[in-house]
């Protein structure tokens, strides 16, 4: 746009200039001495003389043609899509590098998941291990409780029995008379 503006400005400045001073004409060599018709010389002063007009500034000061106006502003163009295509170019690279970095860490994440999976399932084995083998004691404490209950019944069993013998026993001893006896005194001088 600075380019579009510096160029106009100047076709605008070159328009006025001509417009203020218009190229004078051209300037003739007659020489004050050369003689007229009559023969007589003319004076310098009744000859025209070529005055060289001043130029503006602006048109004294070497400025650029509107091929060179062009020019540049294809140069500016052509920078600015050089630069436009280096940014994108570098916006790409940078968004490839993202990528990878992304598809990396998904890739990291992936392999952690699947560990995860793989430890969550052996701990679910195990927990289902140890459930059984808890299961598995309390049915062998049921039964060791159920033993020590049944030895203790047998136990009582046999105390009774072993009474109810003994009360026999001295009964029958009782009812036949049997009393306990006792070696009578040796005789003396034997016999």
Not at 15 to 27: E, I, K, Q
Not at 143 to 166: I, P
Request: proline share 7%.
């Amino acid at each position: 746009d600075s380019l579009m503006m510096f160029a106009k400005t100047g076709r605008t400045k070159e328009r006025a200039a001509s417009l203020l001073n218009p190229d004078p004409p051209a300037v003739r060599r007659d020489s004050a001495s050369q003689p007229n018709s009559s023969g007589s010389h003319t004076s310098a002063s009744s000859t025209p003389s070529a005055i060289p007009s001043v130029l503006p500034p602006w048109q004294t000061t070497p400025h650029r043609s509107p091929s060179s106006g062009h020019s540049g502003k294809e140069e500016a163009n052509k920078s600015a899509k050089q630069l436009l295509e280096n940014s994108e170019e570098l916006f790409r690279a940078s968004l490839a590098a993202k990528n990878k970095e992304i598809t990396v860490m998904n890739e990291t994440l992936s392999q952690v998941t699947k560990e995860l999976s793989r430890e969550m399932a052996a701990s679910q084995t195990l927990n289902a291990q140890l459930a059984a083998a808890s299961k598995e004691l309390a049915d062998k404490d049921g039964e060791l409780r159920a033993a020590h209950t049944r030895l203790s019944e047998v136990e009582r069993e046999r105390d009774e029995a072993v009474a109810r013998c003994e009360k026999v026993v001295k009964g029958a001893v009782s009812h036949a008379g049997i009393l306990p006896t006792t070696a009578p005194p040796a005789a003396p001088g034997g016999g």
